[in-house]
């Protein structure tokens, strides 16, 4: 009968263990140590050797030899554990024996000693299933088992286990296994097999486990059966709905052309082949984090699951675009990939998110929109920013070496509001015409000053509710030609002259900054902009 490769292929020691070091040193040093635990916990992703590493561990415990780190294999304990049916070594499925009854029959089976080996060891998949009450059934015999009992807890889910289980135990959280040790894997197997796979093949399938061994040869399986004993990429991609290099990279090649019309090509290929829409955004979000991390390391990095040749086209596919260009277009895909998860016309919703991608690489910085507007040629876009320029030479040193042309005379500046003194009589005047009396006696029992871009009142407390009227607000922009900040303060005393001056001499200021070329050019430039506040520096 055919056994699968992940099975066939399952390590018997620490030795054949790939990946999970931390965890394959402490337990080696705890065994040769004598230091055996009463309780483990084995948490990690699936496929990255829970199970695994619990069998080879109640091997080296129950081994004739042993305790020993390397267990012979070959004894009847150790060729029993390998095959599943060792009498004191109990595997349980946690999801089909979750409840308090279950646990009560374990915890009468922990009583009686071992039939013929040296520990009695309890493996239980996936123990984040167990109930809450059967956890507590378990609590003391956890606690405190005989000393011929090791438990041994595996789980995917180590935050569902409650906190009185894990302080019981000790915990080891299993990573996801590096990509160059299953492609080395997957490669001895293949030559253990007599299977023909290049580097390529090798990759797209230690992508598809994502980081799990089991997932990763159950794929090389299924690649065998399709392909026979000679792997092709293409087959195998295709098999597996894996998109390659080349179709992903049609959506960067319309991003740098700012080409929409491309992108609608690409969902209608999609459609038209019946390929997942979803899965397509997917690997799309992978590979623009791939993109970002070759335009951050470059090419040659364990960041990157891909095989040297694509990953040194990833670094030249990434050259096209900067930092923030890549970080942008990751984060519009993942959320296009969020609410395609719910989405009842993905198709509608790929293609909103393909034009957004678009438009989102249309988007420049402001210093360079700042650069463009100024008439000096902004920088490509990835590339780093120009040189600072040296300092210019005083004018006068600058005069004695060659003629300069003077800059034409500036514009007419605007009508200068009233001065402070008419401000109150004219604003009396303006609201009476307009048949606004309570607001006229309110400025009339009032004392009014300009200054800079703000017009104070004073006045007594009675009078100030007329004075913050929307009404006096359109006639004071309509007497000063350019609107004006009204603030209005409770008092009688009359302001003092030399604050009236200074006033006076600040609007002046004011004037004059805003009859300048430069500042009504950039007025120009961005319509609705206001000027709040005009510094005097010589002050």
């Not at 935050?159 to 492609?183: A, E, L, N, Y």
């Not at 600058?398 to 007419?412: I, K, S, T, Y």
């Not at 604003?427 to 606004?436: M, N, Y």
């Not at 509710?465 to 007497?479: E, F, I």
Request: glycine share 6%; net charge neutral.
């Amino acid at each position: 009968m055919y056994q699968v490769l992940a099975r066939k292929y399952r390590p018997q020691s620490f030795a054949e263990l790939i990946g999970q070091e931390h965890v394959r040193t402490t337990l080696e040093n705890a065994i040769g140590q004598s230091r055996i635990a009463h309780g483990y916990i084995f948490a990690g992703q699936r496929g990255t050797g829970k199970t695994t590493v619990a069998r080879i561990l109640a091997r080296c415990l129950n081994c004739q030899q042993g305790p020993t780190i390397t267990p012979c294999g070959v004894c009847s304990s150790c060729t029993e554990i390998a095959a599943g049916n060792s009498v004191d070594v109990i595997e349980i499925d946690a999801a089909s024996n979750r409840g308090i009854n279950e646990m009560r029959e374990l915890r009468e089976n922990v009583r009686y000693r071992p039939a013929r080996d040296r520990y009695k060891v309890f493996i239980v998949d996936e123990a984040h299933q167990i109930t809450s009450e059967a956890f507590n059934a378990l609590l003391k015999t956890l606690e405190e088992p005989p000393e011929w009992v090791v438990f041994i807890l595996c789980t995917t889910e180590a935050h569902k286990i409650p906190t009185t289980i894990t302080s019981r135990c000790q915990q080891f959280s299993f990573r996801s296994v590096d990509f160059p040790d299953v492609v080395g894997r997957m490669e001895w197997i293949c030559g253990q097999e007599g299977i023909e796979a290049d580097a390529e093949v090798l990759a797209v399938l230690a992508q598809s486990g994502e980081g799990s061994v089991r997932d990763s040869l159950s794929a090389l399986d299924q690649a065998i059966a399709c392909c026979g004993t000679k792997l092709n990429s293409a087959e195998v991609r295709e098999l597996l709905g894996v998109f390659s290099l080349d179709k992903l990279h049609r959506v960067t090649q319309a991003l740098a052309d700012s080409d929409s019309r491309r992108m609608l090509d690409v969902v209608q290929e999609l459609e038209r082949n019946g390929q997942n829409l979803q899965h397509f955004c997917r690997e799309l979000a992978r590979y623009f984090r791939n993109l970002m991390v070759a335009r951050l390391v470059g090419a040659g990095s364990r960041l990157i699951a891909a095989s040297p040749q694509e990953q040194e086209k990833l670094a030249g596919i990434a050259a096209q675009f900067s930092e923030e260009d890549l970080t942008r277009f990751l984060q519009i895909t993942l959320d296009l990939f969020r609410d395609m998860q719910q989405s009842l016309q993905p198709r509608l919703h790929l293609e909103l998110g393909l034009l957004r991608l678009v438009h989102a690489g249309r988007l420049i910085s402001i210093e360079e929109a700042l650069a463009q507007a100024g008439g000096a040629p902004a920088a490509p876009r990835g590339t780093a920013p120009p040189a600072a320029k040296p300092p210019a030479a005083p004018r006068a040193r600058a005069a004695e070496a060659a003629p300069v042309e003077l800059p034409p005379p500036p514009a007419a500046a605007p009508p200068p509001p009233p001065a402070n003194g008419d401000w109150r009589d004219r604003l009396h005047a303006e609201l009476v015409a307009r048949g606004l009396t309570f607001i006229a006696d309110a400025v009339a029992h009032a004392d009014v000053e300009a200054f800079g871009n703000e017009l104070r009142f004073r006045a007594p407390r009675e009078f100030t509710l007329h004075l913050k009227s929307g009404d006096l607000q359109k006639v004071v922009q309509a007497l000063a030609g350019r609107p004006l900040r009204i603030a209005v303060s409770t008092g009688d005393a009359a302001p003092a002259p030399a604050a009236a001056t200074a006033a006076q001499e600040t609007d002046e200021v004011s004037a004059r900054a805003l009859a300048h070329p430069e500042v009504q050019r950039f007025q120009e430039m961005f319509p609705g902009s206001q000027v709040r506040v005009v510094r005097n520096l010589r002050e």
